[in-house]
Structure formats: C-alpha cells, structure tokens
C-alpha cells in the first residue's frame, strides 16, 4: 500500500484567491473514500478514467478527469477499484461565484471558466514532481482573468473570523462587526460565496471538531465535542453523521480522504 497526501501554498499566485494545492496518490481499497465538506469549491484533476462519485445512497456516478463539486447533498464519497491519484487547486471561499457563476452539482471544468483545462491535465500528469505540477497550473492560471479580491473584502473578513472561531460564530456576532443588516450580509455572503454564513461556519466546525477527535484519540468525543460549543451531544452525532454518512466513532477509526488531509 502506497500512500502520498501533500499540500502547497500558491507561490505566484495571489493567495487571497487560491488557497492550496493538494497532491494525493492512494493505493488501498481498505479508504473509504469519504470526503468531508468545506465549502470551498476546487479544480480537480484525476488520473484515473475509473473514478465515481456516490451521493448519499444513490448509485455512483462516473466523474470526468476534471470536475469540481459544489453544493453536493451529504454525505459524499469517491469510489476508485485500486488506486486514486489526484490533483486538487482549491480556492477561497469568497472566490468561488467568479470561477463558478452558474454552477452546482458535480463540474465538468471543460465546460466552465477552465474550458482549455484538458492540456493542463496531460501536464499536470505527465510531470515528474509536485513542484513541475504546481509550476504548470499556475502558469495555466496566469493566463486567465482573476478576480477583483477589493470588492469582496466582506466576504473574505467574514471568512476570517469564521475560521478564526473555528466556526463557533452565530451571525448576530458578525452584525456588531459589519454596517449590515442581517438580511442583506447573508445576502451579500451567499452570493460571493455560494453559502449561506450558517452552512459555511458548519462546514468549518464539523471539520474542526473532526480534526480534533483524529489528533487527540485519548479524548472521548464528548469532551471534544463540548470543547467544540456541542452541550449536547445528539446534537454533535447528528451533525457528524449529517456531513459523513455514519457515527462517530466508525469515522474516527476508519480511513478516508479527510484523515489522509490531516498527515499533511
């Protein structure tokens, strides 16, 4: 079993718009394959041709070798036969409206914002190190129109706080902080960033809570999950189980792609 799950920071590109490269190279049938949401929408490029996607229980979907999820039903997972080899470049939260206006669902890049993507692929793949792929990609992207980031300062410092809380905020914290009203900064969050503020500060805290729970197994999840704001803890299962598919204490011991992510 060969195992490879390595990350980079944007090195040309501004990092208010890209927030990191993700390598990963995975030879074991035993990972799950489950994937936990951040809220952040990605360019993925998949070396395989055999990769499907399952949404909750239904029957798996066949993905291209370039896609992007975004605002998918929870649980989700990859499904590959022996190995899985992927290159992710994922962006800011408060970017993704200006890379994908109109777009939900499972993404086909090549026929979005990324429509030439398919010679980046090639490569990405046929590079011989993690630095020649970040080379290419932002080489690619260089070429390309990038956003204003000025005029989505609120979004981008509603982010900031929401992952400087580690996601414990309620929006009523944010409207001492913003001349909004509550309406109009969700209103204005969503648009930017394809989330309402709630769902987004979910993603970060489930995350966190999770992050914690594989970093410190000593811990009983109820302790973790009080450290997280969860004075009840049916409420904490059904979140976790909401985001993941099955119960704590089996996603705590089972391999997949999030927990890969944490031996970064």
Not at 27 to 40: A, F, H, I, K
Not at 216 to 228: E, F
Request: glycine letters at 4%; aromatic letters at 12%; a positive charge.
């Amino acid at each position: 079993m060969h195992r490879n799950y390595i990350d980079a920071q944007p090195d040309q590109l501004p990092k208010d718009t890209f927030r990191l490269y993700q390598l990963c190279s995975i030879e074991n049938t035993q990972n799950t394959g489950l994937m936990v949401e951040d809220g952040c929408f990605e360019f993925i490029l998949v070396k395989e041709q055999n990769i499907r996607i399952q949404i909750q229980d239904k029957p798996p979907i066949k993905l291209p070798q370039y896609f992007s999820l975004g605002k998918l039903p929870l649980p989700y997972k990859l499904i590959y036969p022996s190995s899985l080899n992927y290159f992710a470049i994922k962006i800011q939260p408060w970017v993704s409206s200006f890379f994908f206006p109109n777009d939900y669902g499972i993404i086909d890049l090549s026929k979005t914002y990324a429509s030439d993507i398919i010679e980046l692929h090639k490569k990405v793949f046929s590079s011989n190190s993690f630095e020649d792929m970040i080379h290419h990609t932002e080489a690619y992207f260089l070429t390309k129109p990038l956003p204003n980031v000025n005029e989505l300062i609120i979004s981008r410092a509603i982010c900031k706080q929401i992952y400087d809380n580690k996601g414990i905020i309620k929006i009523k914290d944010l409207l001492d902080l913003f001349p909004y009203s509550r309406q109009k900064l969700n209103d204005l969050f969503f648009r930017q960033t394809k989330n309402s503020i709630k769902e987004f500060a979910g993603y970060v805290r489930i995350r966190e809570v999770i992050k914690s729970a594989v970093n410190h197994r000593q811990k009983s999840l109820t302790s973790i999950a009080m450290d997280y704001g969860y004075f009840d803890q049916s409420h904490f299962i059904k979140d976790l189980k909401k985001a993941t598919g099955i119960s704590p204490s089996k996603f705590i011991s089972e391999a997949h792609l999030f927990s890969e992510q944490l031996k970064l």
